[in-house]
């Protein structure tokens, strides 16, 4: 079934152009924390008093028989019947829990929820819901308090020690950020996988503490970290399995956590038959003897497979509840320490000796489980540890200190802490002694301003020092802010100027990568101004304001008089970033600063003392000299700290006060906030918001009583979602690999246009043959645009390079380029994919040798539909076939399996060069027949991934099957879904789609081709049978009443052409949409996915309608009409064909409408066009599409399909309707009159056809 109007409208387009206004959404962003802010104790207080807690490990463990999964399990695997929370909670009450803990995400990285950070989340596993919402929905139903537990070790995604990126930090950020706005007031979040894996230093404890506590202010933070008395947290978490328990002294608030059932925190399956800890070790053992020492008791109950907790977990929570009352007698609890409310995380340490940075890792001892890292002195005393903090900040008004607790000495006893912002000229502010002893010691002192912390051991115990955490910051509500020189700002430019040369840092005026960047006379040549990127922790990357390039050790060298570049910001590229591109910039005193890369840990130095102008720059081991020193300039700049929605606008400052800030294209927008900070006291700043989006914000500065003045504007534009910017299911590439913002090369995508090459910033690179497959099935897209054509790297070869590109939409061809080759015009791709589930997008080659086959996929996007969110609020209900009990199942070879293949292995299809794996599906042997009762099932649709399994690999015959997809009607008729070509094992896996409503039983073939079934492997891969959650009536009732709008303004339309009327032509249009939309209506068959797909055309062919109302115009309005034409007759001449068969076009016909089209092009692009040329410009090629479409050979036979007496568009419609069948459709005898032309087909040729009669 044709489900859009769209092609038609397209096509009718031919005689008319119109522009589309578009229509844009935004998603809602809610922050539900608090308003009441308490101060910690008061949290602290309410928390113990809970007394009774249950931690809830769920997550991809309980599939995979882990505690620590494997990383990288297909997230099929998470299979859950259903997640049962409310069960959960019922449970929870019945043994007087008062709050619990979800495991939302462990080590491995799998996310209980919808974020939009990775795909390896419960949305594209087998349940599709949102797994963290409906807890707490039922936990708080029961008068129950929800708490969090989160991993920031995340093997998944790679955030792992030792290779923690900016953007891994981000990560980290943005799904914290999801977990603490989306789902209320959070009482509680335990972090895991930090302390003692990452450390407090690689994720830096002070940007996520800050962040947590800024959108849940009452929050308390659990840190995983295995003491018994508060380091970095607010709560102490004690892990029983692991012999650490409360002491028998303790005044902390604290949690102790146990399992219920033997020492396991995830599920097994031995759990259902063994029994749990019984009552009196419960409220006795545990409850009864961690009540008095203010720990909270947290009993880990494990949900099975199924989504619930088993029976005798049940049973026993409920006696429990029955056994245990809080003890009433219980003091309150102590006042705790004071709490650094918010701890500085330090870049680096040095030391007298010892090794400094064990300091500030953040590795401390797990209570004899895990190793500590300390800071040891010699025996020589006094020593002292200087902490680096990265920046200059105020507030700076305690310090921390932890001793070891492994060993017997080193206790510190006496000591002296200074301070400074150079590192050279210290100030001391506190000294005095501390007790031998392990416990953490806390030193406050009167507020300082500084870089540099140092810490002088005057005495301990055993003559040395033994240090195992050491930590500054501030216990007062201040927050410390960066302050001082080495405060560099993103909105300002700096000169870097030598000390011994008085040479500034420049490129020489050169934009290319390799430059050298050398010393150069002091100018105002934009060459030597520098936009210095915090990156965080006291890293920098320098960007060279005239060529946009970043200084850079070439080839990530480590050699002392390797000389410094300029080069393509890593973080540009598909490359991750490197860090051969930061630079730690450190006050030395005196005005001037070392600067020293990242990655070699060598300084900036000019080379051989040389004075020369151009002398090079080199990196060389430090030693203070003047060739190392450097003073860093800031340049007049009036503005400072602009932000949007707090992140930092980059680009922004008084030598380019314009930029453009992407903002996606969703539903609810709203205008992002903007900020700034004024760079000296007599300036004011004058922010005034845009009114709506699109839109422009301006930042005006003004000084010296209003006679200096700047303007800076961000002007907020609507995109759409890039490709590139996703997960994809599999990639393949016919060489190399997929290339993401590149060509296949790893250069700029570079595709030809009318007027010479064109670049883009974002797309694919791939070389024939390729295909990249998305699953878009848990979003609100509406089509995939993009580009296309051969890259032009291999311009220099165009003989080679012949390809073809092709877009599949659930299976089915939507978009077919033709043969392109590298001198050809990049062609654009429009495709709906609105209420699909895949989309492949496929480049083959053209002939036998595919050597030079580079294509692109210029700025490939999916444009989420009007109205929605980008992730879908009504996921489709999904029963994958392998957890249904069939009718009955026969395999020509051994037994069907569900799950593996028919040799009982992991299910493995080819993508190319790439395998498919599938952790769901059937694996079976031709010939076979598989049949499954649908009756009362309500589904909709069944989908799967068909071919020859990839264990047959190397085998004589190698599997060669045909795979079919029949229903079974109400009245027994058996009508085919689905006939497949045959596939043999070298094949490419396919996906297939098919409506089954109205069928009461499906039935699945798999055939052998007629050689055979010799290794005829055939799998049935994740498939699935789905239906919307919502009723279809719902969806129905919505198009009928767009249909009902549509009509009433099509009514009231005046065709004319005066002001305010409407061209006859465009009324032809909305009422084709109309009828089509009223066709599906009354169909009884029509699905949720059809209904959604028809509702959003329509929406599009009346906004398209409202557009050609004729009004006063504008040179934007003309633009924008002869665009549309223009896009029109490109989409027209593309697909055209010359030749003598009815529905082919004269020869030499397509040279007359490229010419006008050109033309059209020219005038499009001129600067200086009227409003007068550009109109002219659109009549005229419009009256050239229209000859155009003269030249198309006709040879209709009759335009009266519904053989009403008339050809109307009723007519039109039925071939609309009927859009895409052919003779091997099984009710083609019905619908053959749709064929005007009679070749075997309803096709574009037809619909013209149609078209045109009406017209006449």
């Known amino acids: 079934m044709c489900k859009r109007i769209s092609t038609c409208v397209g096509l009718i387009c031919i005689l008319l152009f119109v522009s589309v206004a578009p229509v844009f959404a935004d998603t809602n962003n809610q922050n539900t924390a608090s308003p009441v802010v308490n101060d910690n104790y008061t949290n602290q207080k309410n928390y113990v008093d809970l007394r009774f807690g249950m931690f809830i490990h769920y997550n991809m463990g309980t599939y995979h028989d882990q505690e620590w999964v494997t990383p990288g399990q297909d997230p099929l695997s998470f299979n859950p019947k259903n997640v049962n929370t409310d069960q959960w909670a019922q449970a929870a009450k019945s043994a007087g829990i008062k709050y619990t803990v979800l495991t939302t995400k462990h080590h491995d990285g799998f996310a209980l929820w919808p974020t939009k950070y990775g795909n390896y989340n419960v949305m594209n596993s087998s349940y599709k819901k949102d797994i963290v919402?409906?807890?707490?929905?039922?936990?708080?139903?029961?008068?129950?308090?929800?708490?969090?537990?989160?991993?920031?070790?995340?093997?998944?995604?790679?955030?792992?020690?030792?290779?923690?990126?900016?953007?891994?930090?981000?990560?980290?950020?943005?799904?914290?950020?999801?977990?603490?706005?989306?789902?209320?007031?959070?009482?509680?979040?335990?972090?895991?996988?930090?302390?003692?894996?990452?450390?407090?230093?690689?994720?830096?404890?002070?940007?996520?503490?800050?962040?947590?506590?800024?959108?849940?202010?009452?929050?308390?933070?659990?840190?995983?970290?295995?003491?018994?008395q508060p380091w970095d947290e607010d709560v102490i978490y004690f892990e029983e399995p692991k012999g650490v328990w409360a002491p028998d002294n303790n005044m902390f608030a604290a949690n102790q956590g146990m399992p219920l059932v033997s020492s396991q925190w995830f599920w097994h399956n031995w759990m259902p038959s063994t029994e749990p800890a019984s009552v009196t070790n419960i409220v006795q053992d545990h409850l009864g003897y961690l009540e008095p020492r203010y720990t909270n008791f947290l009993l880990n109950i494990s949900p099975n497979p199924d989504g619930e907790f088993d029976t005798n977990v049940v049973k026993r929570l409920a006696q429990i509840g029955q056994a245990w009352n809080p003890?009433?007698?219980?003091?309150?609890?102590?006042?705790?320490p004071v709490v650094m409310e918010h701890p500085i995380t330090a870049n680096s340490a040095t030391a007298t000796s010892g090794t400094a940075n064990n300091a500030i890792d953040g590795f401390m001892d797990y209570v004899g489980n895990y190793v500590e890292t300390l800071w040891q002195t010699n025996n020589s005393l006094p020593q002292s540890i200087t902490l680096d903090l990265g920046y200059t900040y105020n507030n700076i008004t305690m310090l921390n200190y932890l001793p070891s607790q492994n060993l017997s000495q080193g206790m510190i006893t006496g000591y002296t802490l200074s301070v400074s912002e150079d590192g050279?000229?210290?100030?001391?502010?506190?000294?005095?002694?501390?007790?031998?002893?392990?416990?953490?010691?806390?030193?406050?002192?009167?507020?300082?301003?500084?870089?540099?912390?140092?810490?002088?051991?005057?005495?301990?115990?055993?003559?040395?020092?033994?240090?195992?955490?050491?930590?500054?910051?501030?216990?007062?509500?201040?927050?410390?802010?960066?302050?001082?020189?080495?405060?560099?700002?993103?909105?300002?430019?700096?000169?870097?100027v030598n000390k011994a040369t008085g040479k500034a840092l420049g490129v020489g005026n050169s934009v290319e990568n390799g430059a050298a960047v050398a010393g150069r006379t002091l100018s105002a040549a934009l060459d030597q101004q520098w936009v210095i990127d915090d990156l965080g922790l006291g890293k920098y990357k320098m960007v060279n304001k005239q060529s946009g390039q970043v200084m850079d050790v070439p080839g990530a060298s480590k050699t002392a008089g390797k000389p410094v570049i300029q080069w393509t910001d890593s973080e540009t590229a598909a490359d991750p970033s490197a860090i051969n591109q930061q630079w730690a910039i450190s006050n030395v005193g005196s005005g001037y600063f070392k600067i020293r890369n990242v990655n070699s840990g060598m300084a900036l130095e000019?080379?051989?003392?040389?004075?020369?102008?151009?002398?090079?720059?080199v990196q060389n081991t430090y030693t203070g000299s003047d060739g190392q020193l450097w003073k860093v300039e800031k340049l007049a700049s009036m503005i400072t700290n602009v932000k949007v929605n707090g992140v930092p606008v980059k680009g922004l400052h008084t030598e380019n006060r314009m930029v453009t800030v992407p903002v996606l294209r969703e539903k609810n927008l709203e205008v992002p906030t903007v900020t700034a900070d004024k760079a000296s006291e007599n300036v004011q700043l004058v922010i005034t918001p845009a009114n709506s989006l699109p839109g422009t914000t301006t930042i005006t500065a003004i000084a010296d009583g209003g006679a200096t003045q700047e303007v800076y504007t961000i002007n907020f534009e609507l995109v759409d979602r890039f490709a590139s910017d996703l997960n994809w299911l599999s990639a393949s590439s016919g060489w190399s690999t997929v290339k993401k913002d590149k060509s296949l090369d790893g250069n700029t995508i570079k595709l030809m246009g009318s007027n010479g090459i064109v670049t883009y910033e974002k797309g694919f690179g791939v070389h024939a043959n390729s295909r990249i497959i998305f699953d878009i099935s848990d979003k609100n897209?509406?089509?995939?645009?993009?580009?296309?054509?051969?890259?032009?790297?291999?311009?220099?070869?165009?003989?080679?390079?012949?390809?073809?590109?092709?877009?599949?939409?659930?299976?089915?061809?939507?978009f077919a380029s033709g043969v392109m080759k590298v001198t050809d015009v990049a062609k654009p791709v429009d495709v709906s994919v609105a209420g699909a589930s895949i989309v492949e997008l496929v480049v083959s080659q053209s002939d036998s040798d595919n050597s030079e086959d580079h294509g692109s996929w210029a700025n490939a996007t999916f444009r989420v539909a009007e109205g929605k969110s980008e992730l879908g609020e009504v996921l489709p209900e999904v029963e994958y076939l392998s957890d249904l009990n069939w009718l009955s199942a026969s395999s020509g070879w051994s037994t069907v399996q569900k799950d593996k293949s028919i040799g009982g292995n992991a299910i493995v299809l080819n993508n190319g060069d790439q395998e498919l794996s599938f952790a769901k599906g059937l694996g079976t042997h031709a010939n076979s027949t598989i049949k499954y009762d649908l009756t009362g099932a309500d589904y909709e649709t069944f989908s799967a991934f068909i071919g020859v399994d990839k264990e047959v690999n190397g085998g004589s015959n190698n599997g060669s099957i045909q795979f079919k997809i029949e229903g079974v009607k109400n009245d027994d008729t058996i009508e085919s879904l689905y006939s497949g070509s045959l596939i043999r094992e070298s094949d490419d896996a396919k996906f297939v789609k098919v409506n089954v409503k109205g069928y009461k039983q499906l039935i699945l073939d798999v055939t052998d081709s007629g050689n055979g079934n010799s290794e005829d492997h055939g799998d049935w891969a994740d498939a699935k049978l789905t239906k919307m959650t919502v009723e279809a009536i719902s969806y129905k009732a919505n198009l009928v009443a767009l249909i009902a709008n549509a009509q009433a303004q099509y009514d009231v339309a005046v065709v004319g052409t005066a002001v305010g009327n409407y061209p006859a032509s465009s009324k032809l249009i909305l009422l084709?949409?109309?009828?089509?939309?009223?066709?599906?209506?009354?169909?009884?068959?029509?699905?949720?996915?059809?209904?959604?797909?028809?509702?959003?055309?329509?929406?599009?062919?009346?906004?398209?309608?409202?557009?050609?109302?004729?009004?006063?115009?504008?040179?934007?309005?003309?633009?924008?009409?002869?665009?549309?034409?223009?896009?029109?007759?490109?989409?027209?001449?593309?697909?055209a064909v010359e030749g003598t068969h009815v529905g082919e076009f004269q020869i030499d016909s397509k040279a007359v409408l490229l010419l006008a089209i050109n033309d059209a092009n020219s005038m499009y692009s001129n600067p200086v066009a009227t409003q007068e040329q550009l109109e002219e410009s659109a009549n005229v090629l419009n009256q050239a599409l229209q000859h155009f479409n003269q030249q198309m050979i006709r040879d209709y036979e009759s335009g009266d399909v519904n053989e009403d007496g008339s050809i109307d568009i009723g007519d039109l419609g039925q071939v609309a309707l009927h859009y895409g069948k052919n003779t091997t459709s099984t009710d083609w005898n019905l619908m053959k009159n749709a064929d005007c032309n009679h070749d075997g087909k309803i096709d574009i040729i037809d619909l013209v056809g149609i078209a045109q009669l009406i017209l006449q």
């Open 133 to 228: 919402r409906q807890y707490v929905d039922s936990m708080r139903a029961q008068g129950i308090l929800p708490g969090l537990y989160f991993s920031i070790w995340d093997r998944q995604q790679g955030i792992a020690k030792g290779s923690v990126s900016r953007a891994d930090i981000e990560f980290i950020k943005g799904q914290l950020t999801e977990l603490l706005t989306n789902y209320g007031e959070i009482p509680v979040l335990i972090i895991d996988g930090w302390a003692w894996e990452m450390g407090h230093n690689e994720v830096p404890y002070q940007e996520i503490r800050e962040l947590i506590k800024r959108l849940q202010p009452n929050i308390l933070i659990v840190d995983h970290n295995g003491q018994t």
């Open 424 to 496: 050279t000229n210290f100030t001391a502010v506190k000294s005095g002694t501390w007790d031998g002893d392990k416990t953490m010691k806390r030193v406050t002192f009167p507020s300082q301003t500084a870089r540099y912390v140092k810490m002088e051991v005057n005495s301990a115990v055993g003559g040395f020092a033994a240090t195992a955490e050491l930590e500054v910051g501030s216990y007062t509500n201040e927050v410390p802010t960066r302050t001082g020189i080495d405060s560099f700002d993103v909105n300002t430019l700096y000169r870097i």
């Open 1072 to 1135: 084709a949409a109309i009828a089509h939309a009223q066709q599906l209506v009354d169909l009884n068959t029509a699905t949720n996915q059809e209904f959604e797909a028809e509702t959003a055309a329509l929406n599009t062919a009346l906004q398209t309608f409202v557009a050609t109302k004729i009004g006063q115009g504008n040179v934007q309005q003309a633009k924008t009409t002869l665009q549309a034409v223009m896009t029109v007759a490109q989409s027209v001449y593309d697909r």
């Open 327 to 336: 003890n009433s007698s219980r003091p309150p609890l102590p006042q705790q």
């Open 606 to 617: 000019n080379s051989n003392g040389s004075t020369a102008d151009g002398n090079p720059i």
């Open 781 to 814: 897209y509406k089509s995939f645009n993009a580009l296309v054509g051969v890259d032009q790297e291999i311009a220099k070869s165009p003989s080679y390079a012949d390809v073809e590109f092709k877009v599949l939409v659930d299976g089915v061809e939507k």
